[in-house]
């Protein structure tokens, strides 16, 4: 399946969803709105409920599913030089350096466009200038803006929002959006817009009032707000059409051989469960500042990782000759000659900043703590990359070879494969390795078993 958005899908879905409203807003009111109904004012609508069947589904079209925390955090916390705590609705986060990228502001459905105090509304094209007087005067601390109070308001909270950034949340950040679901106002570079020298630019403002409106401008605001459209949202692996869709041959650096490796905790009959290692012959490519794997992911059956040492060399030869297919392949289809480089000349994967808060920098540790007093690690070279956390599945490079393991010694003969020895030279971990387990594929006693506690660790300093 591709991951590349379709517009017209997103058009379709946004009919749906308004649609569906328009045909439902009375049994909403009724159901979750609140204030007493007569005859000329209907029952007011709630934030809650504008959010949850308008602003929730805008969201999840746009491929800012609120409900996935890896995409949006609802009611992320900030922290305002002015020492109060603030709350946003929406925050849209990039996959890969866990930075903001998209906010998005909720009102109640019945709260009016932006419009001057005692004057009539705008037009959609009146608008962005209106605003952008009103925000230069809210940068100057000028109370004379004819901004209706309440917007006033609204544009003072982005406004504050965006100074609690730090300098790489503001660097990140691409859009901010206010939207009551009826009516949708996206601001282009927001932090120029808000906090920039210059006087803010109508021209990075965008309107959308009223539901003919957001429909009838459903691809500008695809373009606009889509996730993809946004964020680097590919994953790590591609099966051979993917990438063909992808990516551009011109831009491709280097190739190097690799596996996506897929491991399952539990396969077999329910009587003889057992794990399973599916191995997937890959190229990667370097394209750019990614890397990705490019495999048959939705092709044959993959070569399974035996567990007996005896099938090992079996399995290497069937690994390789789906590797030879995959290549021959993927020449083919990209029309170019394939020449592996050595595993050293790869750079590395772009590994993600972690960070406990996407809108704050990475925290210093305190004086004396753990983490204080570790040293350091050196900057290496990654190359293992999670390509499905929940699946358990990497991408590994290899380089010129096929497979990171092999069926020929390298050394001298270690006594430390078996976890007894390791403990009698006082070499081992407590508790030793028994049976099989998805973390190592091994067990006590076989050659590519590691018992040595010591060398686990050396590892582990290397992300083995």
């Not at 030279?425 to 076989?446: I, K, L, M, N, R």
Request: hydrophobic share 35%; charged share 30%; with cysteine.
């Amino acid at each position: 399946m591709s991951h590349r958005a379709d517009p017209m899908v997103f058009d379709a879905r946004l009919r749906r969803i308004i649609d569906d409203f328009r045909r439902n807003e009375k049994r909403i009111r009724d159901e979750y709105a609140r204030g007493p109904e007569t005859s000329h004012v209907p029952k007011e609508m709630t934030e809650r409920a504008t959010r949850r069947f308008l602003v929730d589904e805008f969201l999840r079209a746009l491929d800012w599913d609120p409900g996935d925390p890896a995409k949006t955090a609802e009611e992320a916390r900030t922290w305002h030089p002015s020492g109060d705590w603030l709350f946003l609705d929406y925050l849209g986060i990039d996959p890969q350096s866990q930075t903001p990228t998209v906010i998005f502001e909720a009102k109640k459905f019945d709260v009016e466009p932006p419009h001057a105090a005692r004057a009539e509304r705008p037009t959609s094209r009146e608008m962005p200038a209106l605003i952008a007087d009103a925000i230069d005067a809210l940068r100057l601390s000028d109370a004379t803006s004819t901004l209706l109070v309440e917007w006033a308001d609204y544009l003072g909270a982005m406004h504050r929002y965006l100074q609690s950034m730090d300098s790489k949340g503001r660097a990140s950040l691409q859009r901010a959006v206010i939207s009551s679901g009826g009516w949708m106002i996206v601001f282009e570079n927001p932090c120029a817009t808000f906090l920039g020298d210059n006087p803010s630019e109508p021209e990075l403002i965008h309107c959308f009032v009223g539901f003919d409106e957001i429909q009838d401008g459903s691809y500008d605001i695809f373009e606009l707000l889509h996730r993809e459209r946004l964020v680097d949202t590919l994953p790590p692996a591609l099966d051979v059409t993917e990438a063909l869709e992808h990516i551009r041959v011109d831009r491709i650096e280097r190739w190097f051989r690799g596996v996506v490796v897929a491991t399952s905790g539990s396969s077999g009959t329910r009587r003889a469960s057992y794990p399973t290692r599916a191995i997937y012959p890959a190229l990667i490519v370097r394209s750019g500042i990614r890397s990705f794997a490019i495999a048959d992911l939705n092709g044959k059956r993959p070569v399974e990782e035996p567990r007996s040492e005896d099938s090992i060399a079996g399995f290497l030869e069937a690994l390789d000759r789906a590797g030879t297919r995959l290549e021959k392949q993927v020449a083919a289809l990209f029309g170019i000659a394939i020449e592996p480089s050595l595993l050293e000349d790869f750079p590395g994967f772009t590994q993600a900043r972690r960070t406990t808060d996407p809108l704050r920098g990475p925290f210093e540790p305190t004086p004396g703590s753990t983490t204080d007093m570790a040293p350091a690690k050196p900057a290496l070279k990654a190359f293992t990359n999670v390509s499905d956390v929940t699946m358990r599945e990497f991408v590994v490079v290899v380089g010129t070879d096929r497979f990171y393991k092999t069926d020929r010694q390298h050394g001298p003969e270690c006594p430390y494969h078996y976890w007894k020895a390791a403990r009698a030279d006082a070499f081992a971990e407590v508790s030793p390795h028994e049976g099989f387990t998805t973390d190592s594929f091994t067990e006590d006693g076989q050659d590519r078993h590691c018992a040595h506690a010591g060398m686990l660790g050396i590892r582990a300093d290397f992300g083995g």
